[in-house]
């Protein structure tokens, strides 16, 4: 028997750490090739590490709730010589009495990480102000551990920072933890002329709490994010989507007999957003300090309901190159693993534009938050029969067309109204001038 590394593995291009939600063995439990060991979290979604060998778990090094990078050792297994999996009877029988004891104590045997001594904050906080960076960039590592601590950026905004250009380092946010984050509690100091952000004592009201699960937290967390992250515009348009719903009714039936998926309208939609990304590139960028990130790819994120009512955003990676046949097939099967929760990591990462259909719960229009680091989403409302005024060589007419509002909300640090304006109307364009004659 030898001891073997267990590390936690790459999850998806862009993973780099995840949370041990829970281990689902003991130290002392003998394990099978590829059975689940312990469940992790990213800030995607939740997902199982299977045992890399047969063998018994002899360490478990990471306990849970802790933040382990990619590669990291999370637990050590003493592998069976044979690595068949056939495991002797002392010491099946060994590790049942290990079993046994372990359900007298716990569930789960995981190591007690030692609490650190928290300073006081009463002598410290008061060095520490609101205004204490200039830089208020913090990168996607530090705000993945800030949201793991809970610390605010008005926190993060009071922490001495020792990077580049003023810009907060990594070792910076854990040095301050491992103060007792003395800044936590600490006042803004009120400028002659500024503003002092009052202490409000709100009346939240009695009832029944309700505690948020994890992913309704990292939704939070996100959405706050975005808010002070990017100044939101919205701008709005309604689009006359008659010929596009006609030959969509038309020719579901046909589509589905011939390649075995449903149109939904969503395919439909972003193919069109795929062309409209493509014509203004200006609006698939992320933001990194004082640079403008202009992306290659066409990766189109769609919100999508789980069934514990949370949002999820699958991708469609570069959509601009497929037809609607691919993309019909791979909206059916990212909501398909949405609504059975079983997306992957790589399924819901690399987004570069996101749409959010609010017209499928009956709204007529929204004002959606954007989806970091993207600059943009657009929102689709419900489509609905209206009478509208139709402009022909022989004067106007009254008919019923179906219509449609879309609203683009858009950073307006790197998006101006102008490219914001365009980029919608492209867009409405585009779903207007759908051929209504097109073949399958």
């Not at 130290?27 to 312990?38: F, Y």
């Not at 590790?95 to 990480?113: G, M, N, R």
């Not at 399924?347 to 570069?352: P, V």
Request: aromatic residues 6%.
């Amino acid at each position: 028997m030898s001891a073997v590394e267990i590390k936690l593995p790459k999850m998806g291009e862009s993973i780099s750490e995840a949370t041990v939600i829970n281990w689902l063995v003991a130290e002392g439990d003998e394990v099978e090739l590829d059975q689940t060991i312990v469940e992790v979290a990213t800030d995607k979604v939740d997902s199982e590490v299977p045992s890399p060998h047969y063998g018994m778990i002899t360490k478990i090094l990471v306990a849970p709730d802790e933040v382990v990078e990619v590669g990291k050792t999370i637990a050590l297994i003493e592998v069976s010589e044979n690595n068949s999996g056939s495991i002797s009877t002392s010491k099946k029988s060994s590790s049942s009495a290990s079993k046994d004891s372990v359900k007298e104590t716990s569930q789960t045997k995981a190591p007690k990480v030692p609490k650190k001594q928290i300073p006081s904050v009463s002598n410290s906080a008061s060095s520490y102000t609101l205004n204490a960076n200039q830089n208020t960039f913090f990168s996607p590592l530090v705000v993945s551990i800030a949201k793991q601590h809970h610390i605010s950026f008005e926190e993060l905004a009071r922490i001495p920072a020792t990077g580049n250009d003023g810009r907060l380092r990594k070792s910076d946010i854990f040095k301050y933890i491992e103060e007792g984050r003395p800044a936590q509690f600490a006042q803004p100091v009120a400028e002659a002329s500024g503003f002092q952000v009052p202490n409000l004592k709100l009346d939240k009201g009695k009832g029944k709490i309700v505690e948020m699960d994890r992913m309704r937290q990292m939704i939070a967390d996100h959405m706050v994010f975005s808010k002070h992250t990017s100044p939101h515009v919205t701008a709005y348009v309604e689009a006359d989507l008659t010929d596009m719903v006609n030959w969509r009714n038309a020719n579901k039936k046909a589509f589905q007999e011939k390649y075995g998926e449903k149109l939904t309208f969503t395919p439909l939609f972003v193919e069109a957003v795929a062309k409209a990304v493509k014509d203004f590139p200006m609006i698939n960028v992320s933001v990194d300090g004082k640079n403008i990130i202009v992306k290659k790819e066409i990766n189109i994120g769609m919100a999508t309901a789980l069934p514990s009512g949370n949002l999820i955003v699958p991708v469609v990676k570069n959509a601009d190159q497929k037809d609607l046949k691919t993309i019909a097939a791979e909206v059916n099967a990212l909501a398909e693993k949405a609504r059975n929760n079983k997306l992957k990591h790589d399924e819901t990462s690399g987004s570069t534009f996101t749409i959010s259909n609010v017209g499928t719960f009956g709204s007529l229009m929204g004002t959606p938050i954007i989806n970091q680091p993207e600059v943009a989403i657009l929102a689709t409302g419900i489509i609905k029969k209206r009478a509208e005024v139709m402009e022909y060589e022989d004067g106007d007419k009254i008919e019923i067309r179906q219509m449609m509002y879309l609203s683009l909300s858009f950073d307006h640090r790197v998006v101006d109204g102008f490219l914001g304006g365009s980029f919608l109307r492209r867009v409405a364009d585009y779903f207007e001038d759908f051929k209504a004659d097109r073949k399958i």
